[in-house]
Protein backbone atom coordinates (compact mmCIF):
# COMPACT_ATOMS: atom_id res chain seq x y z
CA UNK A 1 0.00 0.00 0.00
CA UNK A 2 1.28 3.37 -0.99
CA UNK A 3 0.94 5.84 1.86
CA UNK A 4 -0.14 9.38 0.59
CA UNK A 5 0.62 12.69 2.53
CA UNK A 6 -2.16 12.58 4.16
CA UNK A 7 -1.97 9.07 5.49
CA UNK A 8 0.65 9.89 6.87
CA UNK A 9 -0.80 12.33 8.69
CA UNK A 10 -3.41 10.72 10.07
CA UNK A 11 -1.14 8.07 11.12
CA UNK A 12 1.30 10.44 13.03
CA UNK A 13 -2.08 12.05 14.83
CA UNK A 14 -3.23 8.40 15.67
CA UNK A 15 0.16 7.48 17.00
CA UNK A 16 0.34 10.52 19.35
CA UNK A 17 -3.61 10.17 20.47
CA UNK A 18 -5.75 7.21 18.83
CA UNK A 19 -8.52 8.38 20.94
CA UNK A 20 -9.53 11.47 19.02
CA UNK A 21 -12.51 11.39 17.08
CA UNK A 22 -12.68 11.09 13.62
CA UNK A 23 -14.09 14.98 13.55
CA UNK A 24 -11.31 15.76 15.99
CA UNK A 25 -9.03 14.24 13.11
CA UNK A 26 -10.48 15.28 10.23
CA UNK A 27 -10.60 19.21 11.47
CA UNK A 28 -6.74 18.70 12.26
CA UNK A 29 -6.71 17.12 8.24
CA UNK A 30 -9.15 19.51 6.71
CA UNK A 31 -11.05 16.71 5.26
CA UNK A 32 -14.22 15.20 6.08
CA UNK A 33 -15.85 12.80 8.98
CA UNK A 34 -16.43 10.14 5.99
CA UNK A 35 -12.86 10.65 4.47
CA UNK A 36 -11.70 9.96 7.42
CA UNK A 37 -12.89 7.21 8.82
CA UNK A 38 -12.41 5.32 5.34
CA UNK A 39 -9.11 6.28 5.07
CA UNK A 40 -8.31 4.80 9.07
CA UNK A 41 -10.45 1.32 7.75
CA UNK A 42 -8.64 1.10 4.96
CA UNK A 43 -5.12 1.64 6.94
CA UNK A 44 -6.89 -1.02 9.19
CA UNK A 45 -7.73 -3.41 6.37
CA UNK A 46 -4.27 -3.20 4.72
CA UNK A 47 -2.21 -3.49 8.00
CA UNK A 48 -0.64 -0.79 8.49
CA UNK A 49 -2.82 -0.38 11.80
CA UNK A 50 -2.69 -3.32 13.27
CA UNK A 51 -3.97 -2.71 16.74
CA UNK A 52 -5.02 -0.04 19.13
CA UNK A 53 -3.65 -0.33 23.02
CA UNK A 54 -3.64 1.97 26.16
CA UNK A 55 -0.28 2.51 27.45
CA UNK A 56 -0.14 1.96 31.06
CA UNK A 57 2.20 3.36 33.65
CA UNK A 58 4.26 0.93 35.26
CA UNK A 59 4.74 2.63 38.90
CA UNK A 60 0.80 2.87 38.94
CA UNK A 61 1.07 -1.13 38.57
CA UNK A 62 4.11 -1.92 41.07
CA UNK A 63 5.94 -3.23 37.88
CA UNK A 64 8.29 -0.57 37.86
CA UNK A 65 11.54 -2.66 37.77
CA UNK A 66 12.57 -2.85 34.03
CA UNK A 67 15.50 -5.28 33.17
CA UNK A 68 16.29 -5.94 29.57
CA UNK A 69 17.92 -9.80 29.63
CA UNK A 70 20.14 -11.17 26.54
CA UNK A 71 19.61 -14.86 26.52
CA UNK A 72 22.32 -16.92 24.26
CA UNK A 73 21.13 -21.03 23.69
CA UNK A 74 23.51 -23.83 23.78
CA UNK A 75 22.86 -23.81 20.29
CA UNK A 76 21.47 -22.21 17.91
CA UNK A 77 19.28 -25.17 15.84
CA UNK A 78 15.59 -24.73 14.64
CA UNK A 79 14.71 -26.75 17.43
CA UNK A 80 16.00 -25.34 20.38
CA UNK A 81 14.65 -21.86 19.04
CA UNK A 82 11.13 -23.01 18.74
CA UNK A 83 11.20 -24.73 22.42
CA UNK A 84 12.43 -21.32 23.82
CA UNK A 85 10.55 -18.77 21.84
CA UNK A 86 7.34 -21.50 23.03
CA UNK A 87 8.07 -21.05 26.39
CA UNK A 88 8.92 -17.47 26.41
CA UNK A 89 5.62 -16.89 25.39
CA UNK A 90 4.15 -18.34 28.23
CA UNK A 91 6.08 -15.61 30.46
CA UNK A 92 3.84 -12.57 31.47
CA UNK A 93 6.88 -10.59 32.68
CA UNK A 94 8.62 -10.80 29.54
CA UNK A 95 7.05 -7.78 27.59
CA UNK A 96 9.18 -8.10 24.34
CA UNK A 97 11.30 -10.97 22.86
CA UNK A 98 13.71 -10.08 19.64
CA UNK A 99 15.61 -12.51 18.28
CA UNK A 100 18.71 -10.61 17.84
CA UNK A 101 22.35 -11.13 15.68
CA UNK A 102 25.00 -11.22 17.61
CA UNK A 103 27.00 -12.29 20.45
CA UNK A 104 23.41 -13.27 22.36
CA UNK A 105 20.29 -14.81 20.75
CA UNK A 106 17.85 -13.33 22.06
CA UNK A 107 16.71 -9.50 24.12
CA UNK A 108 14.05 -9.85 26.40
CA UNK A 109 12.72 -6.70 28.03
CA UNK A 110 11.18 -7.72 31.66
CA UNK A 111 9.10 -5.70 33.63
CA UNK A 112 8.75 -6.64 37.74
CA UNK A 113 8.24 -5.20 40.90
CA UNK A 114 11.95 -5.35 42.44
CA UNK A 115 14.85 -7.25 42.46
CA UNK A 116 13.68 -9.50 44.53
CA UNK A 117 11.08 -10.71 41.94
CA UNK A 118 13.92 -10.05 39.07
CA UNK A 119 16.03 -13.00 40.81
CA UNK A 120 12.90 -14.99 41.56
CA UNK A 121 11.70 -14.99 37.83
CA UNK A 122 14.94 -15.65 36.86
CA UNK A 123 15.30 -18.43 39.06
CA UNK A 124 12.10 -20.13 38.69
CA UNK A 125 10.99 -19.39 34.55
CA UNK A 126 13.22 -18.24 32.40
CA UNK A 127 16.30 -20.60 33.55
CA UNK A 128 14.28 -23.29 33.74
CA UNK A 129 13.49 -23.16 30.16
CA UNK A 130 15.64 -25.91 28.05
CA UNK A 131 18.75 -25.35 25.86
CA UNK A 132 19.33 -21.79 27.56
CA UNK A 133 23.48 -21.69 27.89
CA UNK A 134 23.55 -17.47 29.27
CA UNK A 135 21.97 -14.94 30.46
CA UNK A 136 23.20 -11.29 30.76
CA UNK A 137 21.19 -8.73 32.53
CA UNK A 138 20.55 -4.90 32.62
CA UNK A 139 18.36 -2.66 34.64
CA UNK A 140 17.49 1.07 33.72
CA UNK A 141 18.51 3.33 35.92
CA UNK A 142 16.28 5.86 34.73
CA UNK A 143 14.51 6.73 31.10
CA UNK A 144 15.79 9.17 28.84
CA UNK A 145 12.79 8.19 25.62
CA UNK A 146 10.41 5.87 25.87
CA UNK A 147 7.90 6.26 22.43
CA UNK A 148 5.50 4.02 20.46
CA UNK A 149 5.37 6.42 17.84
CA UNK A 150 7.24 5.57 14.65
CA UNK A 151 6.94 9.00 12.43
CA UNK A 152 6.77 8.91 9.00
Known amino acids: MKLDVIDRKLINLLQKDSKQTTKQLSLQLDLSVTAVYE ?6 KEGVISK ?3 LIN ?9 AFCHVKLI ?3 REYLSVFEREILKLDEVAECFHIAGDYDYLLKIYVKDMEEYREFMVNKLTTIKH ?4 Q ?5 GEVKNSTEILL
Open 58 to 66: TKKINKSFQ
Open 75 to 77: QHS
Open 39 to 44: RIKKLE
Open 52 to 54: YVA
Open 132 to 135: IGST
Open 137 to 141: SSFTI
